[in-house]
């Protein structure tokens, strides 16, 4: 049985973001794959060392979390928070995803200070998930 923690929700709702991602998108899969690691190293939320193919980002979409690189995800939620459709996390994992992306793609003071910038339309679905990334996140500069 998976453990039900929080690190263990927000790994397996990794690939949720990217398909998140791919199915609202108005391009193909490279062309997706293309604007995701271009994102990623303008916004410096990471550094691809290369551009994945769009079967490299389906391939992320329904794979193992372990094999999906933290920027890819990161750049997703940037680029879905400012998407006109307002996506919405699907699920408790990928709620968790989405908010310790949130947390990693932004500098914040306080658990408050990062729930009043999220986007309205997301304020509701990842009230808690943001709390326990908050919670981790605090745990993690502990040791």
């Known amino acids: 049985m998976p453990q039900d923690d ?71 939620v940037f680029l879905l928070n400012q998407m006109p459709a307002r996506p919405t996390p699907d699920s408790d994992a990928e709620a968790c995803a989405w908010a310790y992306c949130w947390l990693r793609n932004r500098s914040f003071d306080s658990l408050q200070a990062a729930h009043e910038a999220l986007p309205t339309h997301l304020k509701a679905s990842l009230h808690h998930a943001l709390e326990a990334a908050w919670r981790d996140q605090q745990g993690l500069r502990l040791v």
């Open 6 to 76: 929080f690190y263990t929700k927000m790994r397996a709702g990794l690939p949720a973001l990217l398909r998140q991602w791919r199915a609202l998108g108005q391009a193909d899969a490279d062309r997706l794959a293309l604007i995701l690691a271009e994102t990623a190293r303008v916004a410096k939320l990471g550094e691809p060392e290369t551009t994945p193919s769009g079967s490299t980002l389906d391939s992320w979409s329904t794979a193992s979390a372990d094999d999906i690189p933290l920027w890819a995800p990161r750049t997703a």
